[in-house]
C-alpha cells in the first residue's frame, strides 16, 4: 500500500509541474520570428527534399533573428495537426514540404488569416498568406543533359548513349527529364551526333536495389552516363554506374557530398536549392517582404537551380565553356528548356 | 455487497417489466438528448481528461461516501486495492518504459555527452535533467493540455469571453482521443481475429481498402442527405474491406493456407493496387497522387469548433468496442469462434461449421479494420493520397496483445498510444526531441505487458495467478 501511494504522489507531483511548462519553445529568445517546418512522411533524413529544406531553415536560424523548429508527420492523417500544433503556438511562418501536404496547408492557410505558410513544389494554391515555392529545374537540367551527352561521346565515341534511373512518374520528376532529353538532343543537333537517350522510371523513391538493377541493365545496353533522379531509388542508379566503371550526375544536392561512395564518379549534380529558396523566403518575412499570394521560383538567375562544382572528374575545358554559354543562353530565356 | 446486488437487481427488474415499446421509447430519448447535447458532453469530457487528477479525487470522495453503508474503511480498501492490482501491470510498464525512453532522452543529446566526456559529469548530468524535464512537461501537455491552462481558460469563459480559449486548451486531450480511434478500431480486428485463432496481419491494407472505399462513396453521390450518404459511406468502407479481409479466411477455409502469409500478401497487393489508383485513375489534378475531395454530406461531423477536432469516429469506435464484446461473450457466433480459436478440432467434433467460422471471423476482423480508414477519410483526411499508410495495422497486433484481446483493454491502450502519438509533436516542435522516442516508448511498454514477469521481478509485486492463462493467442505457426 505505501508503494502505491508514493508512486501516486509522484504521479501527482508531475502533474504539478507540467503546469508550469515552457512557454517559449527551446532555444527560442523573445522577439524571435518563429518558423515552422512539417515535414512530408518521408522524414527529415530523407537525403533529399526535407533535410534540404530544413537546412535552409537552420541557416536561417544561424543567421536571422529567426527561431525554427520542425515536426516529422508519420502519416497523411497528421498533416493538419501538426500544422495547427505550430499555428497554435503563434508561429509567424510555417513552411509545409512537398505536394502532399496541398490540401492541408490550403485548408489551415485559410484557418490561420495571421500566420504565414510556405509549401514546396506547388504553385497551384492562392492565398493571401500563402507563398508557394517552385522550382525552375529545366534550366539547370538542359545544360547538364548537354554535359552529359559531351562526356558520353567522350568516354564512347562510337555509341555514347545517356540514361537516367528515375523515382516516381510525378511532374516535379518529368521536369528534370525532359529537360535533361531537350539537353542531349541539343547536343546531338549541334554537333551531328546521335548520342542516345534511355532510361526508366522505377516508380519508388525508397527503392536503391530496383535502382541498381535498372542502372546495370542500361549499361548493359551501352549507357555511359547515369542519371540518378529519384531519391534513393535515383542513388542506386549511381551505384551501379560506380560499380561498371561509368559517369554520374547527381540530383537535388551536390551529392559529391551525400554520397561518399559514389562521389568519383560523379561528373557534377543538377542542384535544386530548396535551403536557398526556403531562406530566401523567410528572410522576406523578417524584411516584411513575405510574397503572399504569390509563388517564389527558384531559377538560374536567382541560385534557386544550378550546376553543382565539377570535383573528381575532367571535364574537358571546350565543353565546360559550351556549358557555361548555354546556362547563360537559358537564363536569358533564348533557349527553349522543352519544358 | 448482497443488499446492493439486491437494489441493483430489482432496478433491471423494474425496467424489465416496461413493454417494449416504453423500453425502446426511452433509449431513443436517451440517446437523442445525448446527441442534442453531445457539444457540451464533449465538452466536459475533454476537461474531465485534462484535469484527472481533480477527477480522481472526487472519485475518491465518492467512494468515500459509498463505503458508508457498507463498512467503512475496509471495503473501500479492499475495493481500491482489486482495482489497483488490475492497474499495476500496465500502469508500471508505462512507468519503466518512459524511465527508460526519458535515459534515452537524456544521454542522447550531443551537447551532454560532450560535457560529460569533458569531465564535467554533474554539470552534463544537469543537462541532461533539465531536456528531460522539457521533454516530458511538452509531452504531457501535448496529450493531456496544461491543467493551469485549462482552469484559466475555464475562468475566461466564465468571465465572458466565449468558450474559445477552453477550445485551446483542451485541444491535446483532443488529439489524443483523435488518434486513438484507428488505434481502437484496428485493435479491435486484430483481437477478434486472435479470439478466432486467426492472426490477422493484414490490418494495414484492409484499412486502405476501407478508407478508399468510403471515399469513393463520399465523393460520388453529391445531393444525398447526410443522414444517408455518411451512413452509406461508413458501411461501403467496412464491407469492402470485410470482404477483402474474408478473401483470406476462404483461404484458409478452403485450401488450408496460413492466414498469416495470404494476409501479408494481400497487405502488399492493396498497396500497390492504390498507388496505382490514387496516380492514376482517380487522381484528382495531374501529380499531387490523390482523389477529390468528399462531399460534406459524407463528413464525420465534428463536435467542437477548429482547433478541437475530435468527431464521431470516437463515438463509433467506442460502440464498435462494445459491439465487440457482445457479440463475443453474449453470442453464439462469438461462442463458435472462441471455440474454434481455441481448438479448432474440439469445435468440429462439437458439431460446428470451423470454415464458416474462420470467414466469418475474418471478414468481421476486416471490417473492423476497414472502419479504422474511414474514419481517417470521413472525419480527418476528406480525401486518400499517397502516403496514407501510417503502420496503424502493424501497431494494431501489439494494442491487441496490450489489451490481452478484451475490447475494453484494447481501448485504453489505444488511447494511450493516442495520447503518446499526439503528446509526440508538442515534444518535437517544443524540445527538439525526435517522435521517434515516443515509439520507443511504445514499444517498451508492450515488452513490459507482454513479459510481466519483469514488471514483477522490478516492482517486487506478488503474482496473481488468475492473470495467466486466460487469453488466448493464434495457435502455432503452419498449424
Same mark, same amino acid.
Given at each position: 500500500?505505501?508503494?502505491?501511494?508514493?508512486?501516486?504522489?509522484?504521479?501527482?507531483?508531475?502533474?504539478?509541474?507540467?503546469?508550469?511548462?515552457?512557454?517559449?519553445?527551446?532555444?527560442?529568445?523573445?522577439?524571435?520570428?518563429?518558423?515552422? @517546418?512539417?515535414?512530408?512522411?518521408?522524414?527529415?533524413?530523407?537525403?533529399?527534399?526535407?533535410?534540404?529544406?530544413?537546412?535552409?531553415?537552420?541557416?536561417?536560424?544561424?543567421?536571422?533573428?529567426?527561431?525554427?523548429?520542425?515536426?516529422?508527420?508519420?502519416?497523411?492523417?497528421?498533416?493538419?495537426?501538426?500544422?495547427?500544433?505550430?499555428?497554435?503556438?503563434?508561429?509567424?511562418?510555417?513552411?509545409?514540404?512537398?505536394?502532399?501536404?496541398?490540401?492541408?496547408?490550403?485548408?489551415?492557410?485559410?484557418?490561420?488569416?495571421?500566420?504565414?505558410?510556405?509549401?514546396?513544389?506547388?504553385?497551384?494554391?492562392?492565398?493571401?498568406?500563402?507563398?508557394?515555392?517552385?522550382?525552375?529545374?529545366?534550366?539547370?537540367?538542359?545544360?547538364?543533359?548537354?554535359?552529359?551527352?559531351? @562526356?558520353?561521346?567522350?568516354?564512347?565515341?562510337?555509341?555514347?548513349?545517356?540514361?537516367?534511373?528515375?523515382?516516381?512518374?510525378?511532374?516535379?520528376?518529368?521536369?528534370?527529364?525532359?529537360?535533361?532529353?531537350?539537353?542531349?538532343?541539343?547536343?546531338?543537333?549541334?554537333?551531328?551526333?546521335?548520342?542516345?537517350?534511355?532510361?526508366?522510371?522505377?516508380?519508388?523513391?525508397?527503392?536503391?536495389?530496383?535502382?541498381?538493377?535498372?542502372?546495370?541493365?542500361?549499361?548493359?545496353?551501352?549507357?555511359?552516363?547515369?542519371?540518378?533522379?529519384?531519391?534513393?531509388?535515383?542513388?542506386?542508379?549511381?551505384?551501379?554506374?560506380?560499380?561498371?566503371?561509368?559517369?554520374?550526375?547527381?540530383?537535388?544536392?551536390?551529392?559529391?557530398?551525400?554520397?561518399?561512395?559514389?562521389?568519383?564518379?560523379?561528373?557534377?549534380?543538377?542542384?535544386?536549392?530548396?535551403?536557398?529558396?526556403?531562406?530566401?523566403?523567410?528572410?522576406?518575412?523578417?524584411?516584411?517582404?513575405?510574397?503572399?499570394?504569390?509563388?517564389?521560383?527558384?531559377?538560374?538567375?536567382?541560385?534557386?537551380?544550378?550546376?553543382?562544382?565539377?570535383?573528381?572528374?575532367?571535364?574537358?575545358?571546350?565543353?565546360?565553356?559550351?556549358?557555361?554559354?548555354?546556362?547563360?543562353?537559358?537564363?536569358?530565356?533564348?533557349?527553349?528548356?522543352?519544358? | 455487497?448482497?443488499?446492493?446486488?439486491?437494489?441493483?437487481?430489482? *432496478?433491471?427488474?423494474?425496467?424489465?417489466?416496461?413493454?417494449?415499446?416504453?423500453?425502446?421509447?426511452?433509449?431513443?430519448?436517451?440517446?437523442?438528448?445525448?446527441?442534442?447535447?453531445? !457539444?457540451?458532453?464533449?465538452?466536459?469530457?475533454?476537461?474531465?481528461?485534462?484535469?484527472?487528477?481533480?477527477?480522481?479525487?472526487?472519485?475518491?470522495?465518492?467512494?468515500?461516501?459509498?463505503?458508508?453503508?457498507?463498512?467503512?474503511?475496509?471495503?473501500?480498501?479492499?475495493?481500491?486495492?482489486?482495482?489497483?492490482?488490475?492497474?499495476?501491470?500496465?500502469?508500471? /510498464?508505462?512507468?519503466?518504459?518512459?524511465?527508460?525512453?526519458?535515459?534515452?532522452?537524456?544521454?542522447?543529446?550531443?551537447?551532454?555527452?560532450? #560535457?560529460?566526456?569533458?569531465?564535467?559529469?554533474?554539470?552534463?548530468?544537469?543537462?541532461?535533467?533539465?531536456?528531460?524535464?522539457?521533454?516530458?512537461?511538452?509531452?504531457?501537455?501535448?496529450?493531456?493540455?496544461?491543467?493551469?491552462?485549462?482552469?484559466?481558460?475555464?475562468?475566461?469563459?466564465?468571465?465572458?469571453?466565449?468558450?474559445?480559449?477552453?477550445?485551446?486548451?483542451?485541444?491535446? =486531450?483532443?488529439?489524443?482521443?483523435?488518434?486513438?480511434?484507428?488505434?481502437?478500431?484496428?485493435?479491435?480486428?486484430?483481437?477478434?481475429?486472435?479470439?478466432?485463432?486467426?492472426?490477422?496481419?493484414?490490418?494495414?491494407?484492409?484499412?486502405? %481498402?476501407?478508407?478508399?472505399?468510403?471515399?469513393?462513396?463520399? *465523393?460520388?453521390?453529391?445531393?444525398?442527405?447526410?443522414?444517408?450518404? +455518411?451512413? +452509406?459511406?461508413?458501411?461501403?468502407?467496412?464491407?469492402?474491406?470485410?470482404?477483402?479481409?474474408?478473401?483470406?479466411?476462404?483461404?484458409?477455409?478452403?485450401?488450408?493456407?496460413?492466414?498469416?502469409?495470404?494476409?501479408?500478401?494481400?497487405?502488399?497487393?492493396?498497396?500497390?493496387?492504390?498507388?496505382?489508383?490514387?496516380?492514376? =485513375?482517380?487522381?484528382?489534378?495531374?501529380?499531387?497522387?490523390?482523389? !477529390?475531395?468528399?462531399?460534406?454530406?459524407?463528413?464525420?461531423?465534428?463536435?467542437?469548433?477548429?482547433?478541437?477536432?475530435?468527431?464521431?469516429?470516437?463515438?463509433?469506435?467506442?460502440?464498435?468496442?462494445?459491439?465487440?464484446?457482445?457479440?463475443?461473450?453474449?453470442?453464439?457466433?462469438?461462442?463458435?469462434?472462441?471455440?474454434?480459436? #481455441?481448438?479448432?478440432?474440439?469445435?468440429?467434433?462439437?458439431?460446428?461449421?470451423?470454415?464458416?467460422?474462420?470467414?466469418?471471423?475474418?471478414?468481421?476482423?476486416?471490417?473492423?479494420?476497414?472502419?479504422?480508414?474511414?474514419?481517417?477519410?470521413?472525419?480527418?483526411?476528406?480525401?486518400?493520397?499517397?502516403?496514407?499508410?501510417?503502420?496503424?495495422? *502493424?501497431?494494431?497486433?501489439?494494442?491487441?496483445?496490450?489489451?490481452?484481446?478484451?475490447? %475494453?483493454?484494447?481501448?485504453?491502450?489505444?488511447?494511450?498510444?493516442?495520447?503518446?502519438?499526439?503528446?509526440?509533436?508538442?515534444?518535437?516542435?517544443?524540445?527538439?526531441?525526435? #517522435?521517434?522516442?515516443?515509439?520507443?516508448?511504445?514499444?517498451?511498454?508492450?515488452? *513490459?505487458?507482454?513479459?510481466?514477469?519483469?514488471?514483477?521481478?522490478?516492482?517486487?509485486?506478488?503474482?496473481?495467478? /488468475?492473470?495467466?492463462?486466460?487469453?488466448?493467442? /493464434?495457435?502455432?505457426?503452419?498449424?
Amino acid at each position: 500500500m505505501r508503494k502505491y501511494a508514493l508512486i501516486s504522489i509522484l504521479l501527482i507531483a508531475l502533474v504539478l509541474l507540467t503546469g508550469c511548462g515552457p512557454a517559449l519553445p527551446e532555444g527560442c529568445e523573445k522577439g524571435d520570428f518563429k518558423v515552422g @517546418m512539417v515535414s512530408d512522411v518521408g522524414g527529415l533524413d530523407d537525403a533529399s527534399f526535407n533535410e534540404n529544406t530544413w537546412e535552409g531553415l537552420q541557416r536561417a536560424d544561424d543567421e536571422l533573428a529567426v527561431c525554427a523548429k520542425f515536426i516529422e508527420s508519420q502519416a497523411q492523417a497528421d498533416y493538419e495537426k501538426n500544422i495547427t500544433e505550430f499555428a497554435e503556438q503563434d508561429y509567424d511562418l510555417i513552411i509545409t514540404v512537398g505536394f502532399l501536404l496541398g490540401d492541408a496547408t490550403a485548408k489551415m492557410a485559410e484557418q490561420y488569416p495571421d500566420v504565414k505558410f510556405g509549401i514546396i513544389d506547388v504553385g497551384y494554391l492562392e492565398s493571401p498568406n500563402l507563398a508557394g515555392i517552385t522550382f525552375n529545374v529545366d534550366e539547370a537540367s538542359f545544360p547538364i543533359g548537354y554535359l552529359a551527352a559531351g @562526356m558520353a561521346v567522350e568516354q564512347d565515341p562510337d555509341d555514347p548513349q545517356v540514361s537516367y534511373v528515375g523515382g516516381m512518374q510525378i511532374p516535379p520528376v518529368e521536369q528534370f527529364i525532359v529537360a535533361y532529353e531537350a539537353g542531349v538532343a541539343y547536343y546531338n543537333a549541334q554537333k551531328g551526333t546521335d548520342v542516345k537517350f534511355t532510361g526508366v522510371y522505377v516508380g519508388d523513391f525508397e527503392a536503391p536495389d530496383q535502382g541498381k538493377i535498372q542502372g546495370n541493365s542500361l549499361i548493359d545496353e551501352g549507357a555511359d552516363v547515369i542519371l540518378g533522379c529519384g531519391g534513393k531509388t535515383g542513388n542506386g542508379g549511381l551505384a551501379a554506374a560506380k560499380e561498371r566503371g561509368k559517369l554520374g550526375i547527381g540530383v537535388d544536392v551536390d551529392q559529391y557530398y551525400t554520397l561518399p561512395n559514389e562521389k568519383d564518379i560523379l561528373i557534377t549534380s543538377t542542384m535544386k536549392r530548396l535551403d536557398n529558396a526556403v531562406f530566401t523566403v523567410v528572410e522576406s518575412l523578417v524584411n516584411d517582404e513575405f510574397p503572399g499570394g504569390g509563388v517564389y521560383v527558384g531559377s538560374l538567375a536567382n541560385g534557386g537551380v544550378g550546376l553543382a562544382p565539377y570535383h573528381d572528374i575532367d571535364v574537358p575545358a571546350e565543353l565546360a565553356a559550351e556549358v557555361e554559354a548555354i546556362l547563360i543562353a537559358v537564363e536569358a530565356g533564348e533557349l527553349d528548356t522543352g519544358w | 455487497m448482497t443488499e446492493q446486488q439486491g437494489l441493483e437487481n430489482s *432496478f433491471k427488474n423494474r425496467i424489465a417489466a416496461w413493454p417494449l415499446w416504453a423500453r425502446l421509447t426511452s433509449l431513443a430519448a436517451l440517446v437523442g438528448i445525448a446527441v442534442l447535447s453531445s !457539444k457540451w458532453l464533449i465538452l466536459f469530457l475533454l476537461i474531465a481528461l485534462g484535469l484527472w487528477p481533480i477527477m480522481v479525487l472526487l472519485g475518491l470522495g465518492v467512494l468515500v461516501l459509498m463505503s458508508k453503508s457498507r463498512g467503512g474503511w475496509p471495503w473501500m480498501k479492499d475495493w481500491l486495492k482489486a482495482r489497483l492490482r488490475q492497474l499495476a501491470v500496465p500502469a508500471l /510498464s508505462v512507468l519503466a518504459a518512459l524511465v527508460i525512453g526519458g535515459l534515452l532522452i537524456m544521454f542522447t543529446d550531443q551537447v551532454v555527452y560532450q #560535457t560529460i566526456g569533458e569531465g564535467q559529469i554533474g554539470k552534463g548530468i544537469g543537462m541532461g535533467f533539465a531536456n528531460l524535464g522539457r521533454a516530458y512537461v511538452a509531452l504531457y501537455q501535448g496529450a493531456l493540455g496544461s491543467p493551469i491552462r485549462i482552469v484559466s481558460a475555464i475562468f475566461q469563459a466564465i468571465g465572458g469571453e466565449g468558450i474559445k480559449p477552453i477550445l485551446g486548451a483542451v485541444r491535446g =486531450p483532443s488529439d489524443s482521443l483523435v488518434q486513438s480511434v484507428p488505434y481502437i478500431f484496428a485493435g479491435l480486428a486484430v483481437a477478434l481475429g486472435f479470439r478466432a485463432g486467426l492472426f490477422n496481419i493484414g490490418a494495414e491494407g484492409q484499412i486502405g %481498402v476501407g478508407w478508399l472505399a468510403a471515399v469513393i462513396i463520399g *465523393f460520388s453521390f453529391p445531393g444525398l442527405p447526410g443522414f444517408i450518404h +455518411l451512413p +452509406l459511406a461508413v458501411l461501403a468502407g467496412a464491407l469492402a474491406a470485410g470482404l477483402w479481409g474474408s478473401l483470406a479466411g476462404i483461404l484458409k477455409a478452403k485450401t488450408g493456407a496460413h492466414e498469416v502469409i495470404t494476409t501479408i500478401m494481400l497487405n502488399y497487393i492493396s498497396f500497390r493496387l492504390s498507388e496505382w489508383v490514387l496516380c492514376g =485513375p482517380l487522381e484528382d489534378v495531374q501529380g499531387t497522387c490523390r482523389t !477529390k475531395e468528399i462531399l460534406s454530406s459524407a463528413y464525420l461531423p465534428k463536435f467542437l469548433e477548429h482547433p478541437v477536432t475530435m468527431h464521431w469516429g470516437f463515438m463509433v469506435a467506442v460502440a464498435a468496442a462494445a459491439a465487440t464484446g457482445w457479440l463475443l461473450f453474449k453470442t453464439t457466433w462469438g461462442y463458435e469462434m472462441r471455440t474454434v480459436g #481455441t481448438n479448432p478440432d474440439a469445435a468440429r467434433y462439437g458439431g460446428m461449421n470451423v470454415a464458416k467460422t474462420y470467414v466469418l471471423a475474418m471478414l468481421l476482423s476486416g471490417a473492423l479494420a476497414g472502419l479504422a480508414g474511414v474514419s481517417q477519410g470521413l472525419g480527418i483526411t476528406h480525401n486518400i493520397a499517397l502516403g496514407f499508410s501510417a503502420g496503424y495495422g *502493424f501497431d494494431a497486433i501489439a494494442l491487441a496483445l496490450l489489451g490481452k484481446s478484451n475490447p %475494453v483493454g484494447v481501448v485504453g491502450a489505444s488511447i494511450l498510444f493516442g495520447a503518446l502519438r499526439a503528446g509526440a509533436a508538442r515534444m518535437q516542435s517544443l524540445a527538439g526531441i525526435p #517522435t521517434e522516442i515516443v515509439q520507443i516508448v511504445q514499444s517498451l511498454v508492450i515488452v *513490459f505487458i507482454a513479459a510481466p514477469a519483469i514488471i514483477r521481478g522490478i516492482y517486487r509485486l506478488k503474482d496473481d495467478d /488468475s492473470e495467466s492463462g486466460q487469453t488466448v493467442f /493464434s495457435r502455432g505457426w503452419g498449424s
